[in-house]
């Protein structure tokens, strides 16, 4: 583990994503088959467990909204395949809820650990719960990790998928607590002059650093 870990790095913020080419509940899928859209690639611990079950119900509840922003989903643990497609039908038959995004079946531990996915101070063989959102361009914009016991909140990871797309449209920042809707936060200017203009331009502005406008 600690050679591969050397060998390949951590993926990190404004770096391409991870190449991978995997065994999945949906077939098998490359990195490169979501090029041109957005995606979130995100682990759990282990099937059949009770907050990876919520947490899978909860993805499935979002889907439709993150399709609707050009987002995909892809799941994944280092279970097998077989495992994965029990727990999908469980979960369909028992709760009532169709996973409709694809799992990985990542027995080998290879995409976990290209993508640090295996945090040994929680647990040595299992994944914890990261989310990977991954741009058109197959670079990595956010990277959230949460431990075992705590299940993911999915009105962040839409606020945050949003705000991504938000800046890359209009060219802006987001604030704090910022929700689809609220102002933006206008860039900064770089010279002096561009600072005194900044006044004058018509934004709502707490000081010449700090200048806010609707979209």
Same mark, same amino acid.
């Given at each position: 583990?600690?050679?591969?870990?050397?060998?390949?790095?951590?993926?990190?913020?404004?770096?391409? /994503?991870p190449?991978?080419?995997a065994?999945?509940?949906?077939?098998t899928i490359?990195?490169?088959?979501?090029?041109?859209?957005?995606?979130?690639?995100f682990?759990?611990?282990? #099937?059949f +467990?009770p907050?990876?079950?919520?947490?899978? =119900? /909860?993805?499935?509840?979002?889907?439709?909204e993150l399709?609707?922003?050009?987002?995909?989903?892809?799941?994944?643990?280092v #279970?097998?395949?077989?495992?994965?497609i029990?727990?999908?039908? !469980?979960?369909?038959?028992?709760?009532?809820?169709k996973? $409709?995004? $694809? =799992?990985?079946?990542d027995?080998?531990? #290879?995409?976990?650990?290209?993508?640090?996915?295996?945090?040994?101070g929680?647990?040595?063989?299992?994944?914890?719960?990261?989310?990977? =959102?991954?741009? $058109? !361009?197959?670079v =990595?914009?956010?990277?959230?990790?949460?431990?075992?016991?705590?299940?993911?909140?999915?009105?962040?990871?839409?606020?945050?998928?949003e /705000?991504?797309? +938000?800046?890359?449209e209009?060219?802006?920042?987001? $604030?704090?607590?910022?929700?689809p809707g609220?102002?933006?936060?206008?860039?900064?200017?770089?010279?002096?002059?561009m600072?005194?203009?900044?006044?004058?331009?018509?934004?709502?502005?707490?000081?010449?650093?700090?200048?806010?406008k609707a979209?």
């Open positions: 583990m600690e050679q591969l870990k050397e060998e390949v790095g951590l993926p990190r913020l404004g770096e391409r /994503a190449d991978f080419e065994l999945t509940t949906q077939g490359k990195l490169d088959d979501y090029k041109g859209s957005w995606l979130i690639l682990s759990h611990p282990a #099937d +467990t907050v990876c079950t919520t947490e899978f =119900i /909860a993805f499935a509840d979002i889907y439709e399709q609707e922003r050009g987002v995909e989903l892809l799941g994944l643990s #279970d097998s395949i077989s495992s994965h029990a727990w999908v039908r !469980n979960v369909q038959e028992k709760l009532g809820v996973i $409709p995004f $694809p =799992i990985i079946a027995l080998n531990k #290879d995409v976990a650990l290209r993508y640090g996915m295996i945090h040994e929680q647990s040595k063989t299992e994944t914890v719960r990261c989310v990977f =959102i991954i741009d $058109p !361009n197959q =990595i914009r956010a990277i959230l990790y949460y431990p075992l016991t705590t299940g993911r909140n999915m009105a962040e990871i839409l606020r945050l998928v /705000a991504l797309q +938000t800046t890359d209009h060219g802006v920042a987001t $604030p704090a607590n910022w929700q609220d102002k933006v936060i206008v860039p900064p200017p770089n010279t002096q002059e600072a005194e203009e900044r006044l004058g331009q018509g934004y709502e502005c707490k000081d010449w650093y700090l200048c806010m979209l």
